[in-house]
């Protein structure tokens, strides 16, 4: 009856421009005898709007077309179902699987509407990203200086990361290896041969912990990672081998042993834990002066700041602000630690100074779910209409891939794909921070081939190692994942030591050092491949749609293709999950005329391999166009 995935039955399909007409049509059984069908369509906050369709001709012999135009006038999220008038009564079309009308239920389309004037940077299309944790990806060897009290060192580059906790029973993460961005500057090469275009660095700033998410002063690097003039050079660097540097900001709170809050007492000015007069005071929220505040996750090392708070919001994105300054030294963007913690008018102020300071400064948020209908703390978020981010990390797109390399059903990956397709707009979909693996999560090796971690602690986690043959397990599933990854819409981001095959659970595990001297030198060499693989078909993989075309037992069929004047240019995947080779016979695919791009070439061979992939590429001429092609068209 409809399928919003579908130009037959909605053109366009996905999220649209305020002011772009959107066709609806649905096609009914005659048998039904309609004599009446409208569009119901409620723009979220506002009244219902009742749009009449109109009958408008037979779809072959037993079913007929209804359509109506609908026209969005603001930004917003539209919720819609159609009501039809029969011989059996009033029936509803509402949401079924795969975007599909079914009678009744209560599920509805959704439509993402943006502001028509929303843009994106154009510099990270079809690129790769690159997340490193500063402290644990390169040490160059140059001197630290004067270190600050409360923090101890490695000797050993590969040693692991202090877990146990000290006498008062705490991990303070104040164990350090030394990276620092001199060593990051010495491995641009190797990101370069990478094919990495953009860095995402974890926090630089001055913060007590390895992690530095409990930042002490916004204004400084980190002493153990270099200075200001070390960071400015770096970005020199990076830019001349066509990569940009994106930074962390953690500005949902700050860290208890900071400038701003002082609560150690290390620094010379009067925080707000030593004063209610202190200008910093007016930032946090205090229940009971001083030991009583709002903390992050009651954490009591990080309190939480109040981001409307004038003063702060001034610190952060007024003229002369830590956002634009940073931006001024070389960086290319902000990466925002846990944007759902961050209220409307901060994420309005701070993108409005990223872009004022730098046109196409990219603004991404930390979001681990769908982006375009998020909630947080009972109020919508409208991150992705116009005016805040650029773009997500996409968990989503994370948990398709890792469910069906681990056993989901293959639909699952079809559905949570194509609903961000559906659902994000396309200069932020292109745009998306695709990652397997991140600071948070467990290593994607370990994820693949290890036993699952469930409820065990620390002791446990940190005793644990693949063992040879869960390893050869895990990399296969590896390669597969991250053929997958490169092929999706937005942009593939390998966390620091994923593509030399680091191991570990879950936080300190997954922040070890990038095994320098133990690299898997043939993973290496695969992430190389892809990232060749991306450059040569950039044309398409930067900004070309998206559809599956299967999805069932072990066998994941899916294409990227773009529209030139005369041709469809197209990149098909066809996928085997599994540990035996699959046949692709009755799948009723076409291979005539198609290039191999990678893996075996299925023109003439009917089997995919075991945990691997067959990338093709094929063009099509197209017929010469008509006056009025119909919109049914795909």
């Known amino acids: ?251 949902s709170h700050t860290g208890s042993d900071s400038l701003y809050f002082n609560k150690s007492g290390r620094y010379g000015t009067e925080g707000a834990y030593q004063s209610q007069d202190s200008p910093y005071a007016p930032w946090y929220s205090f229940y009971k002066w001083p030991d009583g505040y709002d903390c992050w996750w009651n954490f009591n090392t990080l309190p939480n700041v109040q981001e409307t708070n004038e003063s702060f919001n001034a610190y952060i994105n007024g003229p002369g602000g830590i956002v634009p300054k940073w931006l001024r030294a070389g960086a290319s963007g902000w990466r925002l630690d846990v944007a759902d913690e961050l209220p409307d008018l901060f994420l309005d102020r701070l993108a409005a100074a990223a872009k004022e300071e730098k046109e196409d400064a990219l603004v991404l948020g930390e979001v681990w779910e769908d982006a375009s209908n998020k909630s947080a703390y009972g109020v919508r978020r409208r991150y992705l209409l116009g005016g805040q981010l650029d773009t997500v990390m996409n968990y989503p797109f994370r948990d398709a891939v890792l469910g069906f390399m681990l056993g989901a059903d293959p639909r699952e990956f079809k559905e949570i794909v194509e609903n961000i397709v559906e659902n994000y707009p396309p200069q932020c979909l292109h745009l998306l921070m695709n990652h397997l693996g991140t600071h948070d999560t467990e290593r994607i090796l370990t994820m693949l081939g290890g036993e699952p971690a469930g409820g065990r602690g620390r002791e446990w986690q940190a005793a644990q190692r693949l063992t040879e043959e869960q390893r050869t397990l895990a990399l296969q599933r590896l390669r597969l994942a991250s053929l997958i990854q490169y092929l999706l819409p937005g942009v593939p981001c390998i966390y620091y030591g994923d593509e030399a095959g680091a191991e570990g659970y879950r936080d300190p595990f997954c922040r070890a050092c990038f095994p320098w001297g133990r690299e898997d030198k043939d993973l290496i060499e695969w992430y190389k491949g892809l990232g060749r693989m991306r450059l040569a078909h950039k044309d398409i993989l930067a900004q070309g749609a998206y559809r599956t075309l299967r999805a069932e037992n072990n066998l994941l069929v899916f294409e990227r293709y773009i529209f030139t004047e005369t041709t469809r240019e197209s990149l098909l995947l066809v996928a085997n999950r599994s540990g035996r080779p699959q046949s692709i016979k009755g799948l009723g695919l076409d291979f005539t005329g198609a290039v191999p791009v990678l893996g075996n070439h299925l023109g003439t061979v009917q089997v995919v391999l075991p945990y691997s992939g067959s990338v093709m590429r094929f063009s099509r001429c197209l017929p010469p166009p008509r006056e009025e092609p119909p919109a049914q068209e795909e």
């Open 1 to 251: 009856m409809f399928n919003s995935r579908s130009r037959k039955y909605r053109n366009p399909t996905g999220a649209v421009a305020d002011g772009q007409g959107v066709h609806f049509r649905i096609t009914l059984d005659r048998p039904l005898s309609c004599t009446s069908a409208h569009l119901v369509i409620q723009p979220e906050g506002g009244e219902a709007l009742v749009w009449d369709m109109f009958w408008c001709g037979m779809n072959g012999e037993n079913r007929e077309w209804w359509e109506c135009e609908f026209t969005p006038e603001k930004p917003g999220l539209y919720f819609y179902h159609f009501e039809i008038h029969t011989c059996r009564g009033i029936l509803t079309i509402y949401r079924g699987e795969g975007g599909t009308g079914v009678f009744g239920g209560t599920n509805q389309w959704q439509m993402t509407v943006y502001d028509r004037r929303f843009t994106t940077p154009s510099w990270l299309l079809g690129g790769i990203m690159y997340q490193i944790l500063p402290d644990r990806f390169a040490r160059s060897g140059s001197s630290k200086g004067e270190i600050p009290y409360g923090r101890s060192f490695h000797m050993d580059w590969h040693e692991q990361p202090e877990w146990r906790p000290n006498e008062q029973g705490e991990v303070t993460n104040s164990d350090f290896f030394g990276g620092d961005l001199r060593g990051i500057q010495d491995a641009l090469p190797y990101l370069k041969e990478l094919g990495v275009t953009c860095l995402y660095l974890n926090p630089i700033f001055e913060s007590h912990s390895n992690h530095r998410y409990d930042t002490a002063d916004y204004s400084k690097i980190d002493p153990l990672l270099g200075t200001e003039e070390d960071f400015k050079e770096l970005c020199q660097r990076a830019k001349e081998q066509g990569i940009r540097i994106i930074l962390d900001g953690v500005f």
